[in-house]
């Protein structure tokens, strides 16, 4: 059968922040039900291209195309609408309220009604919240505060805080950050599921080449801004200027 067409296709894309190139003519593509995963040593520029796709920065140059639409340029939550989510490096639930009502809030959030949520969080779209925790094996932890919960645990509230906004493409930037290599495999495990079910596209960033090679589709290697490998992971591990690029490099 032929490759399904690419929901997300950037292209050219560039930014630099004053004499640094941060992005250099970035292109690559990412289907439905497909994971991406954006990899290279610190500073090689994959926090600003998740940020140009998010719409926090505006690109020098490039089209950012999902489906149809090019996002270049538009506001986050111009982006969001068209089926775009994201989940935050540092957490972003709120840790006073419980973990049903954090969903809760994000689907107010996405229903527009965000106009005093605090007072209506309680009973908004409670069989979906329970449905979306139920996605994440949080269910069971519904009633308790987000702000006693586990790192681990948080992780998945805001995964299920993402889902609420039904994405079709999904950004991680070190979704994984802060916890243990099981740990990791079981968050991307999680979300590996969670793409398979919805069809939805995931892009995300890891330092553990391991988690890595075990769940993305695809790879795609930035350096000093630069694409200089993208394949397979079979393809990407046996790569030598992969290798190399890491060298001296503690941090990928
Ligand atoms: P990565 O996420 O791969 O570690 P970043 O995208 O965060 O890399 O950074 C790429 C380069 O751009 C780095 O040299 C960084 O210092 C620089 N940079 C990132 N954001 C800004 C900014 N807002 N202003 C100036 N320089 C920036
Ligand atoms: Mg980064």
């Excluded at 540092?90 to 809030?105: D, K, M, P, Y």
């Excluded at 925790?133 to 805001?158: H, N, T």
Aim: a positive charge; hydrophobic letters at 45%.
């Amino acid at each position: 059968p032929p490759p399904p067409a690419a929901l997300l296709r950037v292209e050219n894309l560039s930014k630099r922040f004053g004499g640094l190139q941060a992005v250099d003519n970035v292109s690559f593509e990412l289907a439905a039900g497909q994971m991406l995963a954006l990899i290279g040593p610190n500073g090689a520029g994959k926090s600003t291209t998740f940020n140009l796709l998010n719409g926090q920065i505006a690109p020098d140059q490039g089209h950012i195309r999902l489906a149809n639409i090019d996002l270049a340029g538009l506001s986050p939550r111009e982006i969001g609408r068209q089926g775009v989510g994201r989940t935050f490096q540092t957490a972003a639930v709120f840790g006073s309220f419980s973990v049903l009502e954090n969903i809760q809030i994000a689907l107010l959030a996405r229903d527009r009604r965000l106009f005093s949520f605090w007072r209506k969080a309680q009973g908004y779209r409670t069989d979906e919240a329970m449905d979306l925790l139920a996605q994440v094996g949080m269910q069971d932890s519904a009633g308790r505060l987000c702000g006693v919960l586990a790192y681990g645990d948080i992780k998945r509230v805001e995964l299920a805080i993402a889902l609420a906004g039904r994405p079709r493409l999904l950004l991680m930037d070190e979704p994984a950050a802060g916890m243990t290599a099981p740990e990791r495999h079981a968050l991307m495990a999680l979300v590996r599921r969670l793409a398979d079910e919805r069809d939805m596209a995931i892009l995300f960033t890891e330092h553990s080449l391991d988690v890595v090679f075990a769940h993305a589709n695809s790879i795609v290697v930035l350096a000093q801004g630069r694409i200089i490998a993208a394949g397979t992971p079979g393809e990407i591990r046996t790569h030598e200027g992969v290798r190399s690029a890491y060298l001296g490099s503690t941090r990928v």
